[in-house]
């Protein structure tokens, strides 16, 4: 999970699946959730292994920025037993270097 004490703005570029470019501004919760989503790579992250109070709007905001992320729908099992979403960040960073980070 990513830890900071500051969540004010910072710039993200990504590849985006079509090899196009995108510039963001991200802040707050929304950096938050988005620096978690790199951290977890191609296995993602649930509200269950990432507590967050709101990750479903955290990924609505990232969406309208252009951001790619899927929603996989897991079964659980347990006493309240259903199923939760998985989001995988598809849209590929770019480290500050200019290149893909590894």
């Known amino acids: 999970m990513a830890h900071s004490t500051d969540w004010g703005a910072k710039p993200f570029t990504f590849i985006q699946p079509d090899e196009t470019r995108l510039s963001v501004i991200v802040k707050g919760r929304d950096r938050w959730a988005l ?19 709101r ?3 955290y990924v609505w905001k990232l969406r309208e920025m252009g951001i790619q992320i899927e929603t996989v729908t897991e079964p659980h099992s347990g006493p309240f037993s ?19 980070p590894a």
């Open 82 to 100: 259903g199923t939760h979403a998985r989001y995988v960040l598809h849209s590929q960073p770019v480290a500050q270097d200019g290149g893909v």
């Open 35 to 53: 620096e978690c989503l790199i951290a977890a790579g191609k296995r993602g992250c649930t509200p269950i292994d990432t507590p967050g109070p």
């Open 55 to 57: 990750w479903s709007g």
